[in-house]
């Protein structure tokens, strides 16, 4: 059964960069499945962060202003997210999940990132 | 943008009856693109329907899916102590794939 597990700093600063990886067991990254990163803020609903391909195609949500870049480590089989400039509101529990047609098959625990200074 | 809007906000029900959620996107998509998931306190989400009707692995047949065009639901035909959590229905015909804002199914 796959399994993925997002891994980073849980304390960001603000206008400092957000890194996060996940690592996926028990299926490779470089099949027909796009990898994606899905955000919730403390008490509230799920917003699509983007998604990337193996091959390195990439959709992100234009919400975020140009402030995503995700990118793909086929021989480690995990792929990150950076998200720049971070404010209070970007203060959330991250997802990374294993997409098809845009449908989140399979979660990764998630990991909470708070920004503070 | 599609926004999508799911209600009610809260649901009020006791073990054995019927829940039905519903979920309406701004604009008309195709029942291919979209999914439900439910979330427990404390845990990620997880896959329920895809394709607006088709469970995912594991899924008990209580939970179903139906709808089409711009309204969409999704039925618990008789609830378990564990089906109370929160749902969101996911449109995913036209990026950025957007959720709704989800239904609490709480114990009445």
């Known amino acids: 059964q796959v399994r993925l597990q997002e891994s980073g700093p849980g304390l960001v600063k603000p206008s400092e960069t957000l890194s996060l990886t996940c690592t996926v067991s028990?299926?490779?990254?470089?099949?027909?499945?796009?990898w994606g990163w899905i955000r919730q803020p403390p008490g509230k609903g799920l917003e699509w962060i983007g998604n990337?391909?193996?091959?390195?195609?990439?959709y992100y949500n234009p919400s975020l202003k140009g402030r995503v870049t995700m990118s793909v480590d086929v021989s480690n089989n995990q792929f990150s997210v950076k998200l720049t400039s971070v404010t209070a509101a970007d203060t959330a529990m991250y997802y990374c999940a294993r997409l098809r047609v845009g449908v989140a098959y399979s979660w990764g625990q998630g990991t909470l990132v708070t920004v503070s200074s | 943008e599609i926004v999508v809007t799911q209600s009610p906000g809260t649901l009020s029900l006791s073990p054995g009856e019927r829940a039905t959620l519903s979920c309406r996107a701004s604009?008309?998509?195709?029942?291919?693109?979209l999914a439900w998931y439910q979330q427990r306190p404390g845990q990620a989400p997880r896959l329920l329907i895809y394709g607006a009707s088709n469970r995912a692995t594991g899924i008990p047949d209580r939970f179903s899916g139906s709808g089409s065009g711009t309204d969409f639901t999704l039925t618990i035909s008789r609830l378990e102590p564990e089906d109370f959590a929160v749902y969101y229905c996911q449109q995913c015909g036209s990026p950025p794939y957007t959720f709704g804002q989800g239904t609490k199914l709480e114990i009445k």
């Open positions: 028990n299926y490779s990254i470089n099949t027909d499945y796009y």
């Open positions: 604009q008309s998509i195709s029942y291919t693109y």
């Open positions: 990337i391909y193996h091959r390195g195609s990439t």
